[in-house]
């Protein structure tokens, strides 16, 4: 790898134009891009009066730095998680994950439910055969 203006060893590539420099051409940009002039090259976008600003966005071929990206957490140990609860629709890992897709909490209210009504239906069931050995 060369550097595009003398062809020696190139060193880094310019986060402007993306550009291979050695060490008299650039350092973070290449000499074209920090002056906008270089000698000998005919191109016509090469030529400015002024030195151009630094770019908006880095180039395509540097890693780009992310934007305020934060990871879903799970709603209680603030894990990192990929899993959404179909009730209540919080984040939740698999640490704290129920059945059939509901985090702990919904899956334990779920379950109360089922409770109660059993409950209930065995107390009717206990009155009910209470009643019939008192009749007879």
């Known amino acids: ?18 550009a291979l ?4 051409h650039g350092d973070g940009n290449c000499v074209s891009c920090d002056t906008s002039i270089v000698a000998g090259d005919p191109r016509p976008d090469r ?3 002024a030195p151009r600003g630094a770019v908006q966005r880095p180039g395509w071929w ?3 730095p992310a934007e305020g990206y934060t ?3 799970c709603y209680h140990c ?5 899993r959404v ?17 509901l985090c702990a909490q919904c899956s334990q209210s779920s ?4 409770w109660v009504l059993a409950a209930v239906g065995l107390i009717l069931g206990v009155l009910l055969l209470f009643g019939l050995f008192r009749r007879g």
């Open 85 to 101: 609860c179909a009730n209540c629709h919080v984040h939740f890992c698999a640490d704290h994950a129920g059945i059939n897709g």
């Open 21 to 24: 420099y050695c060490d008299k």
């Open 62 to 64: 540097r890693p780009q």
């Open 1 to 18: 790898m060369s550097c595009h203006i003398c062809s020696a060893e190139a060193v880094g590539r310019c986060y402007n134009c993306g």
């Open 71 to 73: 990871p879903p957490a």
């Open 111 to 114: 379950n109360l439910g089922i």
């Open 47 to 49: 030529i400015s009066a």
């Open 78 to 82: 603030g894990g990192i998680t990929h």
